[in-house]
């Protein structure tokens, strides 16, 4: 059985589920469980669920330390970009842990971040950082794109015994889909595919995952069919089901809403141009947000971003078809 | 209330009474600016986006810090930052164009509200994120120091900013090295939704948050930021000792914001508005609302120099209805003005 809820709905079922089923479940952070009436607060206690001061390095920090004390954190930090004044916590200190110790030591926490908020939330506030996580040793990324995905990769987060970074973007938040009742885990490192296709295939994560959806929609009016994939986890990254699908399609066009050169897009599309070189019978697309930061106002903020009409023209590029109006 | 050590703000002069009518006409332009700004959430919705903070309640402490400020010293502030360009008088045109995000605006539509800038007129910008300009302001104030001419840099900040690590770090520097700074601490009581007992082991103890800078060796002082005339005392002999080489002081300036921390934040399809203040919508406490808008700096200001004979009431009535003029016309102009061209950001990436 499911339900329809909105994706940060499905973000917070899990967390509830996972804390009801394993006491050793901590959730905290800013500006929650401030009030008595918190529903958290209420089901679970003062005891595992705190708000704590703006403190994004005592905060992560502390969850690195309590998760090596036996307990499983589970940080709220609201925006991805708040979790950068507390770097080293999250790259050079947990992550670390577990090899360093050769084994001895486990750090299972789970941060909690929004990305993407591009709605006019301008410089410091809209960033699509979760590239620069994918290549640290020891951490794992998660980025789901659908309400169900993000209560089971949710779930699986919490389970798992490493540091995990997990990304939610802010325009998906109230997106409504169904969700599977009660305990439901996705597995990381295994991608998703959201439309089958044999012309193309275009990889997209996150909220591109669904102007990749719209793009392939438009692409079919036209005769063109497109395989649309979410990796789900960019660390760890599903290269086989990419492969496989570029082996079908011959064609393969990346999508992400990061800047090209610090884009998860950049290292699938190396992986596959190492993998699948004779697959490929065009060079490989990216279609991402141009190197610049993010702007206020709508026009410039748009301009730099991906969207269906720039994934459609892509593609069409790609597949060598006469550029297609609209 | 002072902690730390002593002051000698005893030797300064009060604002004469031009200085005063300045000051009063400082702080309604801030509220009519804000005022402006939050009823366009309603009037023109979707003209703003993201995210906007008043300083409505902050009025007296943001004017009575920038009244004593001399030509050539510094600000830098957070995200909640109309107030201090447009006393330190940065056209208000270009402010409003600019949260509405236009071409014609201070930043040509890039920056937008939480990001305004005007270097010229020594505002070195709001940052974004929380305590992150506290390092820049004590950098700015190196600077000052290496040029030797007697100026000085002031940073703003909330409450909330002082459990960042870049706070602590950045006044131990700055005691360390004698920089002139002056660190005003805007107490309103609250980061976002959390009340400053929930979350500074200070005011959870009861004591002022200006007890920090003790711990740093530097001059800590508690003022109310309500009060115009108190907090230009408190920040001007602040300064004094800054431009004398004798160290940096943490002035906490407390306040209480009258509107909630910021609008609402909503993915696209919500129309965004101001909710009511987190006192009363999270903790339920209508009292203290209450009697934060019955203490709003700017109506008792003006009755105290109405009262005092420094500023005649028909007088106040003809200024304000100038200021409101001035507010029309930022409005009108933002309105008017065009959205920026959608290549204009790429040019700036790069100095
Ligand atoms: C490092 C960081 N963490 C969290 C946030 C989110 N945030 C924005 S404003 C704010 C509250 C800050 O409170 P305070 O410093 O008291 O300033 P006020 O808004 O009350 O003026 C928070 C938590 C942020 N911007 N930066
Ligand atoms: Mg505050």
Not at chain 1, 292 to 304: L, T
Not at chain 2, 131 to 139: E, T
Request: glycine share 10%; charged share 20%; proline share 6%.
């Amino acid at each position: 059985m499911a339900h329809v809820i909105p994706y940060i709905a499905a973000i917070q079922e899990a967390i509830r589920e996972e804390m009801e089923r394993d006491e050793r479940v901590l959730y905290f952070g800013q500006n929650m469980a401030t009030s008595p009436d918190d529903p958290f607060l209420k089901q679970f206690g003062p005891a595992r669920v705190r708000v704590t001061p703006i403190s994004e390095t005592a905060e992560i920090g502390m969850a690195t330390g309590a998760a090596m004390a036996g307990f499983r954190p589970v940080v709220e930090l609201y925006m991805a970009e708040f979790l950068l004044v507390a770097a080293d916590q999250v790259v050079n200190e947990g992550s670390r842990f577990h090899f360093m110790s050769k084994g001895a030591v486990t750090v299972p926490m789970v941060l909690v971040a929004g990305y993407g908020f591009t709605y006019g939330w301008a410089g410091q506030h809209t960033g699509s950082i979760y590239g620069m996580f994918m290549g640290v040793p020891g951490l794992r990324v998660a980025m789901p794109s659908t309400p169900a995905d993000a209560k089971g990769l949710m779930t699986t987060a919490i389970r798992d015994d490493n540091p995990v970074l997990f990304f939610h973007h802010y325009l998906l938040a109230l997106t409504e889909g169904e969700v599977p009742d009660g305990e439901y885990a996705v597995p990381f490192g295994v991608a998703d595919v959201k439309r089958s296709g044999s012309d193309v295939t275009v990889v997209a994560t996150g909220n591109t995952v669904h102007s990749a959806l719209a793009a392939a929609e438009t692409l079919a009016e036209r005769g063109v069919s497109a395989e649309v994939i979410d990796p789900r986890t960019i660390a760890p990254l599903d290269v086989d089901t990419i492969l496989g699908s570029v082996a079908r399609t011959g064609h393969l066009v990346v999508v992400d809403q990061a800047t090209r050169h610090a884009s998860a897009a950049a290292v699938i599309a190396a992986e596959v141009a190492q993998k699948g070189f004779s697959s490929l019978q065009a060079p490989i697309s990216l279609v991402t947000a141009l190197d610049s930061s993010i702007a206020y106002a709508e026009p410039v903020e748009s301009f730099v971003l991906p969207d269906e009409h720039k994934i459609v023209a892509a593609v069409g590029e790609t597949l060598g078809l006469a550029p297609l109006p609209g | 209330m002072a902690t730390g050590y002593p002051t000698d703000d005893g030797a300064l002069e009060a604002p004469a009474p031009e200085r005063l009518v300045w000051m009063y006409t400082q702080m309604y332009r801030i509220r009519e600016f804000e005022e402006r700004v939050k009823s366009t959430f309603t009037a023109h919705p979707g003209v703003i986006r993201g995210h906007t903070h008043l300083a409505d309640g902050a009025e007296g402490s943001i004017v009575g810090s920038i009244a004593a400020l001399a030509p050539g010293d510094q600000i830098l502030t957070s995200y909640r930052c109309h107030g201090y360009p447009i006393a330190l008088g940065t056209d208000t045109k270009a402010m409003m164009a600019e949260i509405y995000g236009r071409s014609t605006g201070l930043c040509g539509g890039l920056g937008g509200s939480m990001h305004l800038f005007d270097p010229a007129r020594g505002f070195l910008g709001g940052s974004g994120i929380v305590a992150q300009h506290l390092p820049h302001a004590a950098g700015a104030a190196w600077a000052a120091q290496i040029r030797g001419a007697g100026q000085a840099v002031v940073c703003f900040f909330g409450d909330g900013a002082s459990k960042q690590g870049a706070f602590h770090e950045s006044l131990n520097i700055a005691s360390l090295w004698k920089l002139p700074v002056v660190y005003v601490m805007e107490n309103n009581h609250y980061q976002a939704s959390t009340r400053s007992d929930q979350e500074d082991a200070n005011a959870a103890a009861g004591e002022p948050l200006a007890v920090k800078a003790t711990a740093y060796s530097m001059v800590g002082i508690t003022v109310d930021g309500t009060d115009p005339v108190a907090v230009h005392a408190t920040v001007a002999a602040a300064l004094a000792r800054a431009r004398a080489g004798e160290g940096p002081t943490l002035v906490e300036s407390l306040v209480y914001r009258l509107s909630a921390h910021g609008n609402l934040i909503a993915p696209p399809g919500v129309p965004l508005h101001y909710p009511e203040h987190e006192a009363v919508a999270i903790f339920g406490n209508q009292a203290e609302y209450e009697a934060a808008l019955r203490g709003d700096p700017v109506p008792r200001f003006r009755h105290r120099l109405v009262t005092d004979g420094v500023l005649d009431a028909l007088d106040a009535d003809a200024l304000e209805a100038t200021v409101r003029e001035e507010i029309d016309e930022a409005e009108r102009f933002a309105l008017e003005s065009p959205l920026p061209a959608p290549d204009s950001g790429l040019a700036y990436v790069y100095a």
